[in-house]
């Protein structure tokens, strides 16, 4: 081979090493994004399914606090009937 043949070839080697280490270091750049990204990824999860019990019991509780206040009622109806019915009782 001629020297500038040489030459040109070792320009091309040299241009594609530095390409690699470019490429190689942009790969090691994303990578770490892509583990960020995971661990943002179950950070969420876990969050979601904390909100999803959360929820679940918040809704648990709207139907137990129904739930009382038809007691309530009732219950309001009953003592207003005994009150009603002792106060036409007659001691005599």
Do not use: C, W, Y
């Amino acid at each position: 081979m001629s020297k500038p043949d040489i030459h040109q070839l070792e320009e091309r080697v040299l241009t594609l090493i530095e390409g690699f280490r470019r490429l190689k270091d942009e790969n090691q750049e994303l990578s770490r994004q892509v583990d960020q990204l995971n661990r943002e990824k179950e950070t969420l999860v876990e969050e979601q399914d904390l909100s999803r019990g959360t929820k679940d019991r918040l809704s648990q509780l709207e139907s137990l606090g129904q739930k009382n206040e038809k007691d309530r009622k009732v219950m309001r109806t009953k003592v207003k009937t005994l009150l009603d019915n002792l106060e036409k009782f007659d001691l005599a």
